[in-house]
């Protein structure tokens, strides 16, 4: 049904209109001639616009109908299926709705549009003219040249008019000729174009709160930060509501103006996902965050597309970073988790059952502490193989006692009073241990500075009469007289391993020492 370019209702090609409607209509026929007094309003409520119906229209046909106008003996009817409006219904043929026709068992068929690159003409409105000629042209080439149309659409439902903005097309089957609706109505002069590239959809998905009944769940994600993304057991309604949505999308291409923020949904591997627009490469190509995962993958423009799906359901992968504990090793660049790091974190915790307790929250992240199903503590495992070092004082999970001899070879020559100590070939610190052994070795007194590049330990143990350290850290570790790294006889070994638990940035790091 067309009203103006405003007001365009279409059924899509495969939908089952004609059957449900012959169903409806043998159904309530019967209702009606047996007088069954479920389909009878009560009487003691009136209708109000906006109420969902089954109505007996002028042309002696039952509908499914919103209430669109109330007067006093009759009202005005929308065919929900179809969109024609139904003027002068008496309220005796406004009959109730059975569930076995609701909109929740079988959505209306009829998709409400309006031509995307279209407008009025010098007003705010199509006129009556207009309107009467719009329709015209539709009847003159659907009902009498019997052509199909194509819809595309070109961007997100309108909220408050509940209309899809599209772009629609007219082919004769009979020559094979195509016709763009949006030109011909120009021709006509019953409306004007505007800009053809349409925004990206307003809005966002939003966050998940986490409360004490998201404690438990599954570990989606793991990002280049060791940002884990973590899916809770209590929204797995949502995510089958969600899964059913996406298997039945059908959104169409459009000329999108994306910016950093929009909300889209992607094309990846041939199925359908959540997205959010994180950074736009090129013309062609975005980066895109699939909100339900964490994922972040690249996606050209093709595969995008301008729509904010199912935007009552949040994100249903909420971002959490471990309490307690911060990176071993702290880079120049500001990234502070290695690549090393991340791999073990993902091995460790995706697609793992899990429970998080609340820490604290900040803008971007939940700063929780995780257990594994088997009772391991992700934050400890972290500590344990020198990934990170613990925050808390008097919890680190193990400490690793070290004792270095420095010889004077391993100065300058002649070996001088004091010595000078500093990081070989890398910019960047060394986090804090519980406690260190230094022996001054061949030398003393002896001085080690760190020029900023190595912070402050908690413990310094020292056989030197006359030891000095500038402010700084540096962690536990053995130099021998080599440069090699042995563990003491204190030291804490992994399992079958006789090298001690640190990671390789240390020990180039102190190997350059």
Same mark, same amino acid.
């Given at each position: 049904?067309?009203?103006?370019?405003?007001?365009?209702?279409?059924?899509?090609?495969?939908?089952?209109?004609?059957?449900?409607?012959?169903?409806?209509?043998?159904?309530?026929?019967?209702?009606?001639?047996?007088?069954?007094?479920?389909?009878?309003?009560?009487?003691?409520?009136?209708? #109000?616009?906006?109420?969902?119906?089954?109505?007996?229209?002028?042309?002696?046909?039952?509908?499914?109908?919103?209430?669109?106008?109330?007067?006093?003996?009759?009202?005005?009817?929308?065919?929900?299926?179809?969109?024609?409006?139904?003027?002068?219904?008496?309220?005796?043929?406004?009959? @109730?709705?059975?569930?076995?026709?609701?909109?929740?068992?079988?959505?209306?068929?009829?998709?409400?549009?309006?031509?995307?690159? &279209?407008?009025?003409?010098?007003?705010?409105?199509?006129?009556?003219?207009?309107?009467?000629?719009?329709?015209?042209?539709?009847?003159?080439?659907?009902?009498?040249?019997?052509?199909?149309?194509?819809?595309?659409?070109?961007?997100?439902?309108?909220?408050?008019?509940?209309?899809?903005?599209?772009?629609?097309?007219?082919?004769?089957?009979?020559?094979?000729?195509?016709?763009? @609706?949006?030109?011909?109505?120009?021709?006509?002069?019953?409306?004007?174009?505007?800009?053809?590239? #349409?925004?990206?959809?307003?809005?966002?998905?939003?966050?998940?709160?986490?409360?004490?009944?998201?404690?438990?769940?599954?570990?989606?994600?793991?990002?280049?930060?060791?940002?884990?993304?973590?899916?809770?057991?209590?929204?797995?309604?949502?995510?089958?509501?969600?899964?059913?949505?996406?298997?039945?999308?059908?959104?169409?291409?459009?000329?999108?103006?994306?910016?950093?923020?929009?909300?889209?949904?992607?094309?990846?591997?041939?199925?359908?996902?959540?997205? &959010?627009?994180?950074?736009?490469?090129?013309?062609? &190509?975005?980066?895109?965050? /699939?909100?339900?995962?964490?994922?972040?993958?690249?996606?050209? #423009?093709?595969?995008?597309?301008?729509?904010?799906?199912?935007?009552?359901?949040?994100?249903?992968?909420?971002? &959490?970073?471990?309490?307690?504990?911060?990176?071993?090793?702290?880079?120049?660049?500001?990234?502070?988790?290695?690549?090393?790091?991340?791999?073990?974190?993902?091995?460790?915790?995706?697609?793992?059952?899990?429970?998080?307790?609340?820490?604290?929250?900040?803008?971007?992240?939940?700063?929780?502490?995780?257990?594994?199903?088997?009772?391991?503590?992700?934050? @400890?495992? /972290?500590?344990?193989?020198?990934?990170? #070092?613990?925050?808390?004082?008097?919890?680190?999970?193990?400490?690793?006692?070290?004792?270095?001899?420095?010889?004077?070879?391993?100065?300058?020559?002649?070996?001088?009073?004091?010595?000078?100590?500093?990081?070989?070939?890398?910019?960047?610190?060394?986090?804090?241990?519980?406690?260190?052994?230094?022996?001054?070795?061949?030398?003393?007194?002896?001085?080690?500075?760190?020029?900023?590049?190595?912070?402050?330990?908690?413990?310094?143990?020292?056989?030197?009469?006359?030891?000095?350290?500038?402010?700084?850290?540096?962690?536990?570790?053995?130099?021998?007289?080599?440069?090699?790294?042995?563990?003491?006889?204190?030291?804490?070994?992994?399992?079958?391993?006789?090298?001690?638990?640190?990671?390789?940035?240390?020990?180039?790091?102190?190997?350059?020492?």
């Amino acid at each position: 049904h067309v009203t103006n370019p405003y007001h365009i209702h279409v059924n899509m090609a495969d939908c089952p209109y004609a059957p449900f409607l012959t169903t409806l209509n043998h159904a309530y026929t019967n209702l009606v001639r047996s007088g069954d007094k479920t389909i009878e309003p009560d009487p003691s409520c009136d209708w #109000v616009v906006g109420d969902i119906c089954c109505a007996k229209t002028t042309d002696d046909l039952f509908i499914r109908g919103k209430i669109i106008e109330e007067m006093a003996e009759s009202t005005k009817v929308l065919n929900i299926d179809q969109g024609r409006v139904f003027s002068g219904i008496p309220k005796t043929n406004i009959k @109730v709705l059975i569930d076995t026709f609701s909109i929740s068992r079988t959505p209306k068929f009829a998709l409400a549009c309006r031509l995307f690159d &279209l407008a009025p003409i010098d007003q705010e409105q199509f006129t009556a003219e207009q309107n009467k000629k719009v329709r015209k042209f539709f009847i003159n080439r659907i009902k009498k040249l019997k052509v199909e149309s194509r819809v595309y659409i070109k961007g997100v439902r309108d909220p408050e008019i509940g209309t899809w903005p599209v772009d629609m097309w007219l082919i004769n089957p009979g020559n094979g000729i195509k016709e763009r @609706v949006s030109d011909e109505l120009v021709k006509l002069g019953v409306a004007q174009f505007v800009a053809d590239k #349409v925004p990206a959809p307003v809005g966002s998905y939003k966050q998940m709160e986490l409360g004490p009944l998201e404690r438990c769940g599954v570990a989606r994600h793991v990002s280049s930060d060791c940002t884990i993304y973590f899916a809770p057991d209590s929204m797995r309604h949502e995510q089958e509501e969600l899964s059913a949505n996406l298997a039945n999308f059908k959104g169409c291409r459009a000329t999108v103006d994306w910016k950093v923020g929009s909300a889209c949904v992607i094309r990846s591997d041939q199925w359908f996902y959540r997205g &959010l627009v994180m950074h736009l490469i090129g013309p062609q &190509l975005l980066e895109i965050m /699939m909100v339900d995962s964490g994922m972040v993958t690249r996606v050209l #423009v093709k595969d995008i597309y301008p729509v904010l799906l199912c935007p009552e359901i949040p994100a249903l992968a909420v971002p &959490l970073q471990l309490a307690h504990i911060q990176p071993a090793w702290h880079c120049s660049d500001g990234v502070n988790w290695g690549q090393p790091a991340k791999n073990y974190l993902y091995e460790l915790v995706v697609n793992e059952k899990c429970q998080v307790d609340v820490v604290t929250k900040t803008p971007d992240h939940y700063i929780v502490t995780m257990t594994l199903l088997n009772g391991q503590d992700v934050g @400890v495992s /972290m500590v344990d193989k020198s990934f990170a #070092v613990n925050l808390v004082p008097g919890k680190t999970p193990s400490t690793v006692s070290m004792t270095t001899n420095v010889t004077s070879s391993q100065l300058s020559s002649p070996a001088p009073s004091s010595g000078s100590f500093s990081p070989q070939g890398r910019s960047g610190s060394l986090s804090p241990v519980s406690s260190i052994q230094i022996s001054a070795g061949a030398f003393s007194p002896a001085t080690l500075t760190s020029s900023g590049q190595i912070p402050v330990f908690s413990t310094l143990q020292t056989s030197a009469s006359d030891f000095t350290m500038s402010p700084g850290q540096i962690s536990a570790a053995t130099l021998s007289p080599t440069g090699g790294l042995t563990p003491s006889s204190g030291s804490r070994c992994s399992s079958g391993d006789k090298s001690p638990i640190i990671n390789e940035e240390t020990k180039e790091l102190l190997n350059g020492l």
